[in-house]
């Protein structure tokens, strides 16, 4: 049953970029992560782009850090609930499991993902990033004081 839940989140994100939709978080130093951890199921590189599928898990009470992506990012809720802040410190989303979304690039996208729940959030990401950039770009706290 394992392997076919996993065949669905994929096909599920698959979808989900297909319709312009994503997320977010990728580990960030500037404001460190906590309980964030991730793996790389798939890479590779078209045209000039990287195409990265990865799986974040962000403990409860876990959070991503501050910070910003260089490309755009699609995103599954697998499991959880994840609370998204940007640079205004409000809450621009809170994706339940099942919910997908998008995060645009760019250092005026500036971001952090949080757990406020009592469960692990799970989150299938695409990343589809210039050749070489990083999953992401570390940026200070905008002066939240929910950090």
């Known amino acids: 049953m394992r392997g076919a839940t996993r065949g ?3 096909a599920a ?3 989900v970029a297909a319709a312009g939709l994503a997320l977010v978080p990728a580990v960030a130093d500037a404001t460190p992560a906590a309980g964030v951890t991730g793996r790389i199921i798939s890479q590779h590189t078209v045209g000039g782009k990287d195409y ?5 898990t962000i403990a409860p009470g876990g959070k991503t850090g501050w910070h910003f992506h260089d490309g755009t990012l699609y995103a599954f809720v697998a499991q959880g609930t994840l609370t998204h802040s940007d640079s205004s410190c409000q809450t621009d989303g809170i994706y339940r499991t099942g919910a997908a979304f998008t995060e645009p690039s760019g250092a005026n996208h500036v971001h952090i993902g ?4 009592k469960k692990a959030v799970v989150l299938d990401v695409l990343y589809v ?7 992401s770009e570390d940026a200070p706290n905008p002066g939240c004081d929910f950090e």
């Open 114 to 117: 949080r757990n406020l729940g």
């Open 129 to 135: 990033l210039p050749a070489g950039a990083p999953l």
């Open 52 to 56: 990265i599928l990865r799986e974040i």
């Open 8 to 10: 669905i989140r994929r």
């Open 13 to 15: 994100l698959a979808g």
